[in-house]
């Protein structure tokens, strides 16, 4: 019985808002995308509540209300405060994989299905159009950096018997 009153009341936690803090001044979104409107820029150390997680980005909430995206790796999660070591030591240990002494933040990767299945996109590869930099910009860049052009020589190939070709 006991075990089970423990069970219902780490995962009733579980449940629970995460606390964090933001590392440094980040934009909290709309959407989960970089490209999505800015709800607000919030403050380093700013306290809020991660109350959902999507891929890179944590759904919060601030003091204030205010709901919205911010990445992952603009927060720290946990209370911080010291001798937090009974039951939200270990509700924190199924929450976030840690026990809260040390903050760590991973992005999965793709699928082999996903990889396999994958499509180009041409409206996106469009959209990156618009950062290229033609040789013109980047002559220009230089210049202000102070940096001169320099010929490189390509090495030689070599083959797998050892020899040039």
């Known amino acids: 019985m006991r075990l089970l009153l423990l069970t219902a009341s780490l995962l009733s936690g579980l449940a629970m808002a995460e606390p964090a803090s933001l590392l440094k001044d980040g934009e909290m979104r709309t959407k989960p995308l970089g490209d999505a409107e800015v709800v607000v820029v919030l403050k380093a150390r700013e306290k809020v509540e991660i109350t959902a997680r999507k891929g890179a980005w944590a759904n919060v909430q601030t003091s204030k209300g205010q709901t919205g995206w911010v990445r992952l790796l603009n927060l720290r999660t946990g209370s911080g405060q010291k001798g937090d070591a009974g039951v ?78």
């Open 88 to 165: 939200g030591a270990i509700a924190s240990l199924f929450k976030t994989g840690s026990s809260g002494t040390t903050v760590s933040t991973g992005v999965k990767g793709l699928s082999e299905e996903k990889l396999k299945n994958a499509q180009p996109d041409e409206e996106e590869a469009k959209r990156l159009d618009k950062y290229k930099n033609t040789s013109s910009d980047a002559r220009s860049y230089a210049k202000q950096g102070k940096l001169s052009a320099e010929q490189i020589n390509y090495l030689p190939v070599t083959g797998t018997n050892g020899g040039n070709e």
